[in-house]
C-alpha cells in the first residue's frame, strides 16, 4: 500500500512552512470529498502521511494550503485581497506508485511545487 505526504518550504523567511492548514481532497467530476485536514510541525511537514493503507487508490486529489492565513500570522502584509490567500494543487494518483510527496515552496506572491520522493 502507498501513501501521500507533504511539507511546506517558506521561501520568503527561509525556514519551514510551520503551523500551516493543510486540507486534501479527494475529486470526484466536480464534487470534493473531504478525506483530511492536518496541521504541519515545526519542520513543515504533517506528522503522519494525508493517505496511506487502503484509503490510498487512484484518482485524482486535491491539496489546499491556507498561505494567506500563515503569512498573516507572521506579520506579513497582504493588503485587503492578497495574492496568494489558499493555494492549491490538483493532481493525480496512479496506482504502481508506492508514495507520493507533494512539496510546497512558498512565498506571498509565488508557489512552486512537484513531484518528490
Known sequence: MGRLTTHVL???HGCPGRAIRVE???VEGDRLELLAQRETNDDGRCDAPLLE???FRT???QLQFAAGDYYRERGVELG???FLDVV???FGISAEQ????VPLLLSPYSYSTYRGS
Open 10 to 12: 517558506d521561501a520568503t
Open 24 to 26: 486534501l481532497y479527494r
Open 53 to 55: 493503507g487502503e484509503a
Open 59 to 61: 484518482g485524482v486529489y
Open 80 to 82: 485587503a485581497q492578497p
Open 88 to 90: 492549491v494543487l490538483r
Open 98 to 101: 508506492p508514495h507520493y510527496h
